[in-house]
């Protein structure tokens, strides 16, 4: 975090400095007119010498932001220089040091390589113990009873959603579904520290953030049915859910590809200034894609408000983290990327609620990417496809639903504090479980969206050749009309 | 599609401020053009050849350097003479003046001013965020300006090759082409997905790939092909326009081409095949830099006494059905010739749209002159060969037409 945090103001009598420096150092750089994009061997057009000899040799942690002293761009970025350079250098350059494009670098004479691993893995952020009991020497905001509530009774209504909707599929009456077993305080707590214009950019296991910022249960049953209310007009499978108005972004299938989205609509914040970040989901398995590499990569380079969240929940199918990477989890990565990062208790709501909570300060303030890695565990199937007891002992699956469940230890959290209790609990349950097989019964009798939706929004007006098509199908089903399902108007 | 004629409407009346001089004429003269489409959205009829005044325009040259007739045929201003890739540089600015939210997205598209100078000098005017250098991964920066359109913005994403792109596909196909209908319409995708490809002096297999066979398929997708500067701003200025996502297909060897083009403003239509040179005994359907080897092979046919028809088709997906049915009607002989490999290209899908649609029009089987379906070769005489070259396409229309 240190590292990409200089002020603007430092930044600009940095640039005032270097120009000076520059001006007394002329035989050093054979054009004056320097553009120090060092990283890059192609250079401006403007300016002719071959690059690589003119620069590095005098310029100490000079990147493209110092620009605007020459080319009146603007300056919009902090650079990541190190202290010590805050000191032009006015002899020649130590022989311990190398001045290499990017940073200045010290030599040393030992032939050592890093090791693959560190003997002690990165520490878990928490602020709740196993029982729920917060630690007493714990970082960490005070929440009201108001939000401790809302985010326990989102919890639990998750959890009652995902078992009900998973039953559903399971007697035939939705085609699909994936639950987000064990992870709903992941889902509800990191959905309560953002803002309702936060854009959020899921994977597929966090309808908890759209329930959070107050899709019904109505609107999750009118998807999974593909009925005619559904704002996805029935495209999606099941669980891929999406809302504009609620800023969540149409779950796409595709593993991983929402993150470069998410940098994407960072920089669209950024270029129009506003005052909320974006946040993308993924999982474990989601950081080995081409896609959350170069996504980090650029977030950390384009400096853009986005927090990573990554739900690492210990496998991705069948393949168990040990067999995804080699690194210690996801959170070293992000060092590698220059990009400030945390690793939290994925089962803490409280955890979450506070690492989500200053990362999105953060991002906003200093205008920078930041990851966080959220231990958990899969404690439910991949999907309604999947028999994950094939891959993994039914203990292990046992214990995380014991005493590291994450509803259960919240709950034990806020019925210490006296605004829960066992009554709270029994009829909460029982009113959401009603609600939710309510939503299912609506949604299972309303109509399937009409043929027309099947050629409508492929552009934003047909063109002819998907006119054609649709008066060809609505001509087949009307002549052999016993040959299509019923409940699909014409 | 009415809703792009209906954006252009209101196009105008923006653009009213920029050029406040000559666009009353224009002005008048596109809402005229437009007012005659609008009434029906499906038929394109010769009054759309009226944006721009392009209607009686006849290239009787290989390569457009004789600019002499372009400027008779245009609004009463004499314009200005551009080079290919400056056409599409003014285009660019001009939309990225009019709107703020356009920006541009690619590799050394900024300081650098793209490989190909289609950005120089846009980074020191609109500042290094929106006109943004990226690192090299295709598919992240490409899924980048989905989600900054998702979100708001009109990127216009720059592949510095279009094989570049290929690492891209799985973002163009996947999400570009389907978040607006997977999302009920909730999330729009209009982004301008353009670079260069077609095969040129030697670039190697790699660098000689012609993206729109693969991309023809992939639904939610508009594809257009420039190939003079006049339509190579027109087009980029549409596609930025267009809410739909566009790609544009710029050719490696055309960025030098000079032309004059009107000061004042124009916009093309996007799904329009462009009217090359009218003729009688055979329709010639072409794109692109084969447009120019179709003209070569025109002037050598004129001499021997055919009168062919040409017909830059300029839109790749959707076809201009319309304006290739009514050559077609007329002529009765299609030949179309094309640089994509011989399967599944573009010819490949004409052939079948023209075949299914105008079959009784036909007098001939249709002829598709394509390359082979082989790795474009590095050495120049391979390279050659495996080009489509004017005397073969005057000897295919002298066998067609027999």
Redesign the interface.
């Known amino acids: 975090m240190a590292s990409s945090c200089l002020s603007k103001s430092k930044n600009f009598i940095y640039n005032l400095k270097f120009k000076l420096y520059l001006l007394n150092r002329t035989s050093a750089v054979t054009n004056p007119l320097f553009h120090p994009h060092l990283r890059h061997t192609i250079s401006s057009p403007s300016s002719s010498p071959v690059r690589k000899h003119a620069s590095y040799s005098r310029v100490n942690g000079f990147d493209r932001w110092f620009e605007p002293a020459f080319v009146g761009r603007r300056s919009h970025s902090t650079t990541s220089v190190s202290s010590d350079v805050s000191q032009l250098p006015v002899e020649p350059p130590s022989q311990q040091v190398l001045d290499f494009p990017g940073g200045k670098v010290k030599f040393t004479q030992k032939l050592i390589f890093t090791s693959n691993s560190t003997e002690e893995r990165v520490h878990c952020y928490r602020v709740l113990d196993d029982n729920g009991q917060p630690f007493t020497d714990a970082e960490s905001l005070e929440i009201s009873k108001e939000l401790a509530v809302k985010m326990y009774t989102n919890m639990v209504t998750l959890e009652l959603m995902d078992t009900i909707f998973y039953e559903s599929q399971r007697q035939g009456r939705i085609s699909f579904y994936a639950t987000t077993t064990g992870e709903e305080a992941i889902n509800i707590a990191s959905a309560a520290a953002l803002n309702d214009n936060d854009f959020v950019f899921p994977q597929y296991r966090e309808p908890g953030v759209l329930l959070w910022r107050g899709f019904s249960l109505q609107e999750f049953a009118n998807q999974l049915f593909g009925n005619k209310y559904e704002y996805g007009k029935g495209r999606q499978m099941p669980v891929h859910y999406g809302s504009r108005k609620h800023n969540y972004i149409t779950v796409a299938s595709t593993v991983a590809t929402q993150i470069p989205h998410a940098v994407g609509a960072a920089y669209s914040l950024k270029m129009e200034k506003q005052d909320s970040c974006v946040i993308t989901y993924f999982g474990d398995g989601g950081t080995s894609t081409a896609d959350f590499h170069a996504a980090m990569n650029f977030a950390a380079v384009m400096e853009v408000p986005v927090i990573f969240f990554c739900r690492n929940n210990g496998w991705a199918i069948s393949t168990p983290v040990h067999e995804q990477f080699r690194s210690d989890g996801v959170v070293v990565k992000g060092k590698a990327y220059g990009v400030p990062s945390i690793r939290i208790d994925g089962n803490d709501a409280l955890a979450i609620y506070n690492a989500v909570h200053e990362a999105r300060k953060m991002a906003i303030k200093e205008q920078t990417p930041v990851l966080i890695e959220a231990l958990t565990y899969r404690a439910g199937h991949h999907t309604t496809s999947d028999d994950s007891t094939r891959y993994r002992s039914i203990d292990e699956i046992e214990k995380w639903r014991g005493d590291q469940n994450p509803i259960k230890r919240f709950r034990k959290w806020i019925e210490s504090r006296g605004w829960w209790n066992a009554v709270a609990e029994s009829e909460y349950r029982g009113s959401v479980r009603k609600q939710v097989a309510q939503a299912i019964q609506v949604a299972e009798r309303i109509e399937k969206p009409p043929v027309a939706d099947m050629f409508s929004d492929v552009y934003d007006a047909p063109p002819r050749n998907l006119n054609e098509q649709e008066v060809f199908v609505r001509k087949t089903v009307k002549k052999h009309r016993q040959d299509y399902p019923s409940d699909v108007p014409l | 599609?009415?809703?792009?004629f209906q954006r252009i409407g209101a196009a105008t009346s923006l653009s009213y401020s920029i050029d406040t001089k000559t666009s009353r004429r224009s002005l008048s003269e596109r809402k005229a053009s437009f007012v005659v489409v609008r009434s029906d959205?499906?038929k394109i009829n010769t009054g759309l050849n009226r944006i721009g005044g392009r209607v009686d325009h006849l290239i009787t040259n290989a390569v457009a350097t004789k600019a002499d007739t372009l400027a008779a045929s245009t609004a009463s201003k004499p314009g200005h003479e551009v080079l290919l890739f400056e056409a599409l540089k003014e285009g660019l600015e001009e939309e990225m003046e009019r709107d703020a939210r356009v920006?541009v997205m690619g590799e050394?598209v900024g300081?650098?001013?793209g490989s190909y100078?289609v950005t120089?000098g846009l980074?020191?005017k609109f500042?290094?965020?929106?006109v943004?250098d990226?690192?090299i991964?295709e598919?992240?920066?490409?899924?980048?300006?989905?989600?900054?359109?998702?979100?708001?913005?009109r990127?216009v994403i720059e592949g510095m090759n279009m094989g570049f792109l290929l690492l891209a596909f799985?973002?163009i196909s996947?999400?570009c082409g389907?978040?607006?209908?997977?999302?009920?319409?909730?999330?729009?995708i209009p982004v301008v997905i353009r670079g260069p490809g077609g095969v040129g002096r030697q670039l190697g297999a790699e660098h000689s790939q012609r993206l729109e066979s693969y991309f023809q398929s992939i639904?939610?997708i508009?594809m257009v092909a420039c190939s003079t500067p006049y339509n190579a701003k027109g087009l980029m200025k549409a596609a930025i326009r267009?809410?739909?996502p566009v790609i544009l297909f710029e050719h490696v060897l055309l960025y030098n081409l000079k032309e004059t083009i009107p000061d004042e403003e124009y916009v093309l239509n996007l799904?329009e095949a462009e009217m090359v040179r009218p003729g009688q005994h055979v329709t010639i359907l072409t794109y692109s830099r084969m447009r120019y080897h179709v003209m070569q092979a025109a002037k050598t046919l004129v001499n021997k006494g055919y009168d062919p028809e040409v017909i830059d088709i300029r839109s790749l997906k959707?076809f201009d059905?319309h304006t290739i049915g009514n050559s077609v009607k007329k002529t009765h002989r299609v030949l179309i010739v094309e640089e994509c490999m011989r399967t599944g290209g573009i010819g490949a899908s004409l052939t079948a749209a023209i075949n299914e649609n105008f079959q009784d029009y036909l007098d001939a089987p249709i002829v598709c002159l394509s390359s082979q379906d082989v790795p474009t070769p590095y050495a120049g005489t391979l390279e050659e060969w495996t080009v489509v070259q004017p005397p073969q396409i005057v000897a295919a229309v002298e066998q067609l037409c027999q």
């Open positions: 599609m009415a809703t792009i959205a499906t920006c050394d300081h650098y001013g100078k120089k980074a020191p500042g290094d965020l929106r943004l990226t690192p991964a598919n992240s920066f490409t899924g980048m300006g989905i989600g900054a359109a998702m979100t708001g913005l990127p799985n973002q996947n999400n389907m978040l607006h209908y997977t999302s009920g319409g909730q999330f729009k639904p939610g508009q267009s809410d739909n799904e959707p059905l």
